[in-house]
């Protein structure tokens, strides 16, 4: 089983970065995508962005595209998201999830079958 930690949440003002951290354990060489998802209150569970962990490619929604980056470090089995420019509307709980078997709908949160706790992010106006 592959465990998944967040850290890095908070609350920021519109226009502010922040880095969300996932750390994972467990048999990590089993993971083909990391990725990150959001919820806001309301409304379903989103894709954000995901990594191709062997290789490195990436992968973005058009909400976060420039602003968001992506990012692993093998060693650590650790990946990272990297938030711009904050808007309010990135306010939600997110979540890191690890998938660990192929197949190309990365950006479905079906197809992950490890989820990590989550972390709030809250974007103030």
């Known amino acids: 089983q592959v465990q998944l930690v967040e850290s890095g949440g908070g609350l920021v003002q519109a226009g502010d970065s922040l880095r969300l951290s996932c750390a994972a354990s467990?048999?990590?060489?089993?993971?083909?995508?990391m990725g990150w998802f959001r919820q806001a209150p309301g409304k379903e569970r989103e894709f954000v962005a995901a990594?191709?962990?062997?290789?490195?490619?990436?992968y973005y929604a058009d909400s976060v595209k420039g602003r968001f980056t992506i990012s692993r470090d093998n060693a650590k089995n650790t990946v990272y998201l990297q938030m711009n420019s904050l808007k309010p509307e990135d306010t939600a709980i997110y979540y890191c999830?690890?998938?660990?078997?192929?197949?190309?709908?990365?950006?479905?949160?079906?197809?992950?079958?490890?989820w990590g706790q989550g972390t709030q992010v809250t974007v103030s106006s």
């Open positions: 999830a690890a998938k660990t078997y192929l197949s190309a709908d990365y950006y479905s949160a079906s197809s992950y079958n490890y």
């Open positions: 467990g048999p990590t060489f089993s993971m083909y995508y």
């Open positions: 990594i191709r962990w062997s290789e490195g490619s990436t």
